[in-house]
T-cell receptor, first 115, second 114 residues
Framework: QQQVKQSPQSLIVQKGGISIINCAYE??????FPWYQQFPGKGPALLIA?????SEKKEGRFTISFNKSAKQFSLHIMDSQPGDSATYFC??????????????FGSGTQLTVLP | DTGVSQDPRHKITKRGQNVTFRCDPI?????LYWYRQTLGQGPEFLTY????????KSRLLSDRFSAERPKGSFSTLEIQRTEQGDSAMYLC????????????FGPGTRLLVL
């Protein structure tokens, strides 16, 4: 019940286009859903995060849409730029006895934005 | 705030050898996490510390793995009798709870076991 499923595995978009990455989770106890961006040779960096009490959060060109009933959330990157080319991970975490908000990650989406 | 640092960045070792990695968290962060990331996959939780206390371990952390965080500052992760399946990126992250739940990751240590 800790699994987070992410799709697509890879995504190619043209500069200026919209990139959409989807994730689905199983554990309804999850209460924090961050997206991380990872460049080659670097550690993941937090991009944007959402709690389940809101359906959408926007920060600049990045938007998370959250559907609690469907147990799905997605990342939208508007006006995608070549500099956005990276691997994106969705994640989920929960607070429970003994838990430290350990993050359960999806398998990642390699985004390539063509100039 | 200099970020999370990890050392070494790369390690090549032969099967059966012991290796030790170090993580220096962001100053004053009270929680420190270790994750493992294999190629093409997301990071997987290994263990975490609240100050100097190790409070949770994943079942991925076999008895060949040991982690410490003396004095609640830097942490070390040791792998004894390395196996080829241990080849991965080992990531460290830190956070300051309860003020902020964001986990800040270091650049990782890439381990290759020959």
């Amino acid at each position: 019940q800790q699994q987070v499923k992410q799709s697509p595995q890879s995504l190619i978009v043209q500069k200026g286009g919209i990139s959409i990455i989807n994730c689905a989770y199983e554990n309804t106890a999850f209460d924090y859903f961050p997206w991380y961006q990872q460049f080659p040779g670097k550690g993941p960096a937090l991009l944007i995060a959402i709690r389940p009490d809101v359906s959408e959060k926007k920060e600049g060109r990045f938007t998370i849409s959250f559907n609690k009933s469907a147990k799905q959330f997605s990342l939208h990157i508007m006006d995608s730029q070549p500099g956005d080319s990276a691997t994106y991970f969705c994640a989920a975490s929960l607070i429970s006895s003994g838990s430290a908000r350990q993050l359960t990650f999806g398998s990642g989406t390699q985004l390539t934005v063509l100039p | 705030d200099t970020g999370v640092s990890q050392d070494p960045r790369h390690k090549i070792t032969k099967r059966g050898q012991n290796v030790t990695f170090r993580c220096d968290p962001i100053s004053e962060h009270n929680r420190l996490y270790w994750y493992r990331q294999t190629l093409g996959q997301g990071p997987e939780f290994l263990t975490y510390f609240q100050n100097e206390a190790q409070l949770e371990k994943s079942r991925l952390l076999s008895d060949r793995f040991s982690a410490e965080r003396p004095k609640g500052s830097f942490s070390t992760l040791e792998i004894q009798r390395t196996e080829q399946g241990d080849s991965a990126m080992y990531l460290c992250a830190s956070s300051l709870v309860p003020l902020k739940e964001t986990q800040y990751f270091g650049p990782g240590t890439r381990l290759l076991v020959l």
